[in-house]
């Protein structure tokens, strides 16, 4: 039809959400095409439901129908939420806005199917329409609501917002605006947890599970994960599901899980890929609230799998069921009163407080044998899979409020939603420590880039930049991973870096010295008090230093009398007793005077490790009474993972920052300049002007030296001449980036003429390599010379978004690759941080008698660019290089930018 707008449905409001009961459901925007629905979906509403929502009982027809389906999707917009009901898809739920006529407010409206009223839809239903709403520029809701209908006015006051409300004639009219304030944020975060911890407890601590696929065919995955759940004592009830057995190991089997007489929490799905979706559909029939699937043949195989899996999520999610897996191996909880190996691993670990989350199977039972092994305890262990829906986000909110769980231990091979795990781990991490090690980190897996930043800021450097903000104990290597792990779970986190080195024999302590210092720990020597306490102790020797060596010849009582003058002294914040096999003292006689020093350290609150060199040491579990001290096989093992958790009690005690205001930004004229240039032309990614980049960067208050372009040598000469002697020429073009690479960069050109047969080089250089068509003139520059070359970049990452980068810049940046990146925003500490991070930082503190650089200037100029990039959310690639970085309140000047736009 002619005039008739084009509507276009907006795919990315589709979306799952997680309800106060634990149940999973999906939310999309309504469509014309769900008439049919709409109208059985009023059908089914109660006359009080109806009443409660029209303020009346209306007799809603087809052409109704019509008018509801029919939104904008940004004037008016209307979410639906949806569940199975065998093969139908049914409506349950609709919450709407409608905008009032010139104004940023909107009306807002919500109706829930009587059945599934008080599960939290219509909260869930609020937040995504403030989502929405926030995005097409309204920034208040306001309603109607009878004053009988507690249920809404309720939703409302707990959201979060600060309401307004008003009585007359029965009805409440509500007023509020929808901004995600602080309390906005904690409300959402809070409901998130709730639902969260509710849906695993299905998976953790079931009443009852349903093994669908149980056999009693040995050397089946079927046979073992039913022996492995009945050997560890499950507290709750088992049913094995196979059409073809009476009984699995004496247990009455059942044909179907729909034939199983009781209430079923959580099924484990044991079947060939392609009956996974079928026998999933029967467990939601069956009102199971969880699936773990075990099976494999998914995305891990292409493009089938990858669709089959698809459609296991749609029918568990359309069932509201949690799903771990699909293609894991189980989960386990080590709690006395659940006891449940819900896995296929016969290695059951022995109770503790570790949360272990493995993506990986393979891993996750060579991670449960090494457990079991060493003595390490487990409070749970959760194997994700393929993560089709819970993922380490989930289990971290969940070992966040477990009080059974002390450390939380990943093995990760990649990221599900990064920047949701970054905020919860932010969260975890302050009260839980997080240890992980992430695979796939090889410079095989990174990204081609047309920037200096894009080659720079590696996936792998997004992790290390994700890892620090969020608080988290980056590992390289399992044995690091476990390492770190057994400090955590036994000792506390020490206070400081300092450390004193205790050992009988004096290779090893010279070990640990050096590693002490590779690994950035302090080696304070003895006070004087200190001394003189040691030399009361042991008389043989006339001088005491750290390391001290107290010989081979050291009883027991010395080496026990050394550890508590160590413990209760204030210049150390952790000891490490390092014991080389025994010559004269019987090794047992080590262990003993380690566990007797042992309480004075806890008293104290300082970790004790163990070094017990030889065959013997790392077999050795030394506890004493409620404590456990860590053995390791090495000094080095021992130093490195005190290091780390060193490491993670400064960022304890680290201070969280603040994104500053910055004032006098001109973000209008920012949008005008950006939407212009998008305007311009159709290509896409599109490389900003020198113009354009000027003036949009200058509407941040960042400094550039002044860019003029010239189309012709004669007006480059001439600007020149304006600018001021001496000057830079630059090629200017939209498709070449490296202007270097072209010869299109010629500097301290001292003269008219010097300046046109430098534009007559550049060209003719271009025409050389068949490019000149793509030359738009040079820009001219004034010279800025002295300050040290840095690069602060911008890329747009697919999984972690915005990553701020730093580091030497120059021609050689991608050379040298002495960067670091933060992911954006940025706090003031971070741009602090950022800069004192790279390699080569020292350069900037006044090196060799160079003057001071001005890095506070430098701050300022990441915090502008963090602004900018929370503004322009288009930009995709920007390189600031070189920014020259001047002396000592003399500022910083960008002398060459690219900004790219998608």
């Known amino acids: 039809m002619a005039g008739e707008i084009n509507i276009v449905y907006p795919s ?151 309401i307004i409300s008003r009585l007359e004639e029965g009805e409440y009219y509500v007023t509020f605006p929808i901004a995600r304030t602080r309390r906005v944020v904690k409300k959402e ?38 022996e492995c759940l009945m050997k560890s004592g499950f507290s709750g009830v088992v049913y094995p599901v196979n059409p073809k057995a009476e009984a699995v190991m004496s247990v009455k089997a059942y044909p179907s899980v729909l034939d199983i007489p009781g209430k079923v929490d959580l099924a484990v799905i044991i079947v060939p890929a392609q009956f996974v979706v079928k026998v999933a559909d029967e467990c939601g029939g069956k009102d199971v609230r969880a699936l773990i699937v075990i099976s494999d043949g998914f995305r891990e195989v292409g493009k089938e799998g990858a669709a089959r899996e698809e459609e296991l999520r749609y029918v568990t999610l359309g069932h509201g069921m949690r799903l771990v897996g699909p293609n894991c191996m189980g989960v386990i909880n080590t709690e006395p009163a659940v006891k449940m190996n819900a896995s296929f691993s016969p290695y059951y ?98 990204r081609a880039a047309s920037s200096h930043t894009g080659a720079l800021a590696t996936s792998e450097i997004a992790s290390e930049a994700l890892f620090r903000q969020a608080g988290i104990i980056k590992v390289g290597i399992m044995a690091e991973l476990f390492d770190v792990a057994i400090l955590l779970a036994n000792q506390p986190v020490p206070k400081g870096r300092r450390v004193a080195i205790l050992t009988n024999g004096g290779g090893p302590g010279v070990l640990a010295a050096d590693a002490c210092e590779n690994n ?83 008293r104290n609150e300082k970790p004790l490790l163990a070094c017990l060199m030889g065959r013997e040491g790392s077999a050795r579990n030394l506890v004493a009474g409620s404590n456990c001290i860590p053995c390791y096989d090495f000094p080095e093992d021992a130093v490195s993972a005190l290091a780390k958790v060193a490491g ?115 060209k003719a250089r271009l025409i050389e390599i068949g490019r000149q068509q793509e030359m738009e003139g040079v820009t001219v520059q004034r010279m800025v010379t002295g300050g040290i070359e840095a690069i602060v970049g911008v890329i747009e990452d697919p999984s972690f978004g915005p990553l701020i980068m730093f580091g030497l810049g120059g021609i050689y940046a991608e050379l040298l690759k002495d960067v670091a990146v933060r992911l954006h925003p940025l706090t003031d500490l971070d741009a602090r941080e950022l800069i004192s991070s790279i390699k080569m930082a020292k350069l900037f503190q006044g090196f060799r008698g160079t003057p001071v650089s001005d890095t506070e200037a430098l701050e300022d100029l990441l915090l502008r660019l963090s602004a900018l990039v929370e503004d322009i959310p288009q930009i995709s690639e920007l390189d600031f290089n070189p920014v020259k970085v001047m002396p000592l309140e003399e500022g910083y000047w960008v002398v060459d930018a690219r900004i790219m736009l998608r």
């Open 349 to 446: 670990p022995p109770h503790g407080n570790i949360g272990f989350l493995s993506q990986s199977g393979a891993m996750g039972l060579a991670i449960l044998d090494y457990a079991r092994k060493f003595n390490m305890g487990i409070s749970s262990f959760v194997s994700v899979g393929n993560r089709a829906d819970i993922s380490s986000n989930d289990l971290l909110q969940y070992w966040e409020q477990d009080p059974a769980t002390r450390v939380i231990l990943l093995y990760l091979e990649s990221f599900g939603n990064p920047r949701k795990f970054g905020r919860i781990a932010r969260r975890v991490s302050a009260i839980k420590p997080i240890v992980a090690v992430k695979s796939g980190t090889t410079a095989a897996g990174s």
């Open 12 to 162: 990315q409001y589709e979306t799952e959400v997680l309800l106060k009961d634990g149940s999973r459901m999906r939310l999309r925007p309504i469509k014309r095409e769900d008439i049919e629905r709409w109208l059985a979906f009023i059908s089914r509403l109660s006359p009080r439901t109806k009443y409660l929502r029209f303020h009346h009982i209306p007799v809603l027809g087809r052409e109704d129908a019509i008018r509801f389906c029919t939104v904008d999707y940004k004037d008016t917009f209307a979410f639906v939420a949806e569940m199975l009901r065998g093969q139908r898809e049914d409506i349950v739920a609709i919450g709407r806005y409608y905008r009032l006529p010139k104004k940023s407010t909107a009306e807002v409206a919500f109706v829930i199917e009587d059945s599934y009223q008080g599960r939290g839809i219509g909260t869930r239903l609020m937040e995504w329409l403030a989502n929405v709403a926030r995005d097409s520029g309204i920034t208040d809701f306001e309603a109607s609501v009878l004053a009988e209908n507690e249920e809404m006015m309720t939703v409302f006051r707990d959201y979060g917002f600060h």
């Open 189 to 226: 975060e809070e409901r998130e947890r709730i639902s969260t911890l509710a849906s695993l407890s299905f998976i953790l601590s079931p009443r009852s599970i349903a093994v669908i696929g149980a056999s009693r065919s040995p050397d089946t995955i079927g046979n073992l994960f039913f």
């Open 520 to 602: 950035g720990l302090i080696l304070p020597q003895f006070s004087s008090g200190t001394q003189h306490k040691l030399a009361s102790i042991i008389k043989r020797i006339s001088s005491f230093f750290n390391p001290l060596d107290v010989t081979a010849g050291a009883t027991q009582d010395e080496f026990s009398a050394v550890l508590k003058v160590l413990a209760g002294d204030k210049d150390f914040d952790a000891a490490i007793v390092l014991a080389i096999p025994p010559t004269i003292v019987p090794s047992e006689a080590m262990g003993n005077a380690i566990r007797q020093a042992a309480p004075a350290f806890k």
């Open 648 to 762: 993670y009690g400064e960022l304890l005690t680290r201070p969280k920052g603040t994104i500053p205001r910055i004032r006098g930004i001109k973000r209008e004229r920012a949008c005008r300049i950006v939407k212009s240039a998008l305007t311009r032309t159709a290509r896409r990614p599109l490389w900003l002007s020198a113009e354009e980049i000027a003036e949009l960067v200058n509407c941040y208050g960042i400094r550039i030296t002044e860019t003029l372009v010239a189309r012709t040598a004669a007006e480059a000469a001439n600007l020149a001449s304006r600018t001021g002697f001496p000057v830079a020429i630059k090629l200017a073009s939209s498709t070449i980036v490296h202007k270097t690479d072209v010869g299109g960069v010629i500097l301290d050109l001292k003269s008219e003429s010097e300046v046109k047969s430098a534009f007559g080089n550049i």
